[in-house]
């Protein structure tokens, strides 16, 4: 979803209501339990032009998607929400090969793009991902303390990684 700030001479407000068709990338990231709807991806986006070329972006992101537990392979819930303040600068200029020079300080910084626009598919998926932690464990995982995970129902082999190996290996002699 991309907003053209080239027209925008007041503050616009858009409202996202998980229907748009942009969200399907984000919703395939995060499958739902088979027979289960999708939960939607809500957000409202304010966007308010200052006199000084900027875009200031306030945004409320509402999702509650499934992950999965790496642990347990189970599928659970995580509430995301997320309030964002952001100021969108102005386009860095180019330079001669025509590339934009990003310097280590504008990592953490938002630009409006060369031609006057700011992608807010690109923003809320990022927001999303960002917000999903790496390492995912579901509350039953979670509540397991470490020294006890060798001795729950699933993993009743040894865990190292040498073991599994010889249990494939123990398996494929017997095929
Ligand atoms: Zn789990």
Request: aromatic share 8%; hydrophobic share 35%.
């Amino acid at each position: 979803m991309i907003v053209n700030t080239l027209k925008l001479a007041k503050e616009k407000s858009i409202s996202i209501t998980g229907e748009e068709k942009w969200l399907e990338q984000i919703y395939s990231l995060y499958p739902s339990p088979e027979k289960v709807p999708a939960p939607k991806l809500k957000a409202l986006v304010r966007l308010q032009p200052t006199d000084y070329g900027f875009i200031n972006v306030n945004a409320n992101i509402e999702y509650e998607p499934f992950i999965v537990c790496d642990r347990c392979n189970n599928q659970f819930k995580w509430p995301i929400k997320r309030t964002l303040e952001l100021i969108f600068q102005k386009p860095k200029k180019l330079d001669k090969k025509g590339e934009i020079d990003l310097q280590a300080s504008d990592l953490d910084q938002y630009f409006i793009d060369q031609n006057g626009t700011i992608n807010l598919e690109e923003l809320i998926n990022e927001q999303i991902v960002l917000a999903v932690p790496s390492q995912t464990r579901c509350q039953k995982c979670t509540s397991i303390p470490k020294g006890q995970l060798v001795h729950s129902e699933k993993s009743n082999h040894n865990d190292s990684p040498f073991a599994a190996l010889a249990e494939l290996k123990d398996k494929l002699k017997k095929h």
